[in-house]
């Protein structure tokens, strides 16, 4: 039986396969779990400022929520989940960051897909991250599976000191006297017209599983848009 009800943008030429099959045979008996699937989830990098952003350098904001189940319990994450069947990543993002901090209606641009085999100890799950940003004040409330939901101010500087690209990501919220670290190296790969990243989390300290490279990389998507008067 077909995934999909309407068949004909799958259609090619009409053909038939090799087996001598027409798409609706071949889906007939197609197998889906041939292969061991990964689990999709969605990772929303939310920044806030509280006037206008201008330029690089005012002080920013993330909103973070702190998990309350395995794995990773206890710590502060991105909002985020698991996108369901039927669901395109943006509408899964949507409705994971509304579930999570009650945050709703955010325009989302999508960044980069974080997949390394190692970064979730429930099953193969790769993440799609997203980045948006927000102006005032924006009030928050945990919901879902999470204990919390907060603004976090942000830092984020580079090693002056290091031979290779570190960086050393900040979050702290005095009120409640959190702080919490991450140190990212990043790994570039050049060609004239196309350059590879690369993020390795070095260290980091109350923020969960590879989150300090998923807020780094975004703010500095973040800080490019900025210097190059690209607004979201």
Known sequence: MAFLENLH?????????????????????????????PSNTTDIVVVRCREALTHWGQPLEVLLVKRSNHPSIGCWA?????????EDLEAGAARELEEETGVKGLPLKQLTTWGAYGRDPRWRVITTSFLALVEGDVPVKAGDDADDA????????????????????????????????????????????????????????????????IITQALLELRRAIEAKIFF
């Open 9 to 37: 943008p799958f259609y090619g030429t009409g053909k038939r396969n090799r087996a001598g099959e027409t798409l609706e045979e071949f889906l007939d008996h197609y197998d889906p779990k041939k292969y061991d699937c």
């Open 78 to 86: 991105t909002p985020g989940g698991f996108v369901e069947l039927k």
């Open 150 to 213: 907060l603004w976090f101010q942000v830092s984020l500087t580079r090693d002056p000191e290091a031979s290779r690209e570190i960086w050393h990501l900040e979050l702290c919220h005095k009120e409640q006297g959190i702080s919490l670290s991450s140190k990212v190296q990043i790994c570039r790969s050049s060609h004239p017209l196309l350059t590879q990243e690369r993020y390795q989390l070095l260290a980091s300290d109350g923020i969960a599983v590879d989150h300090g490279c």
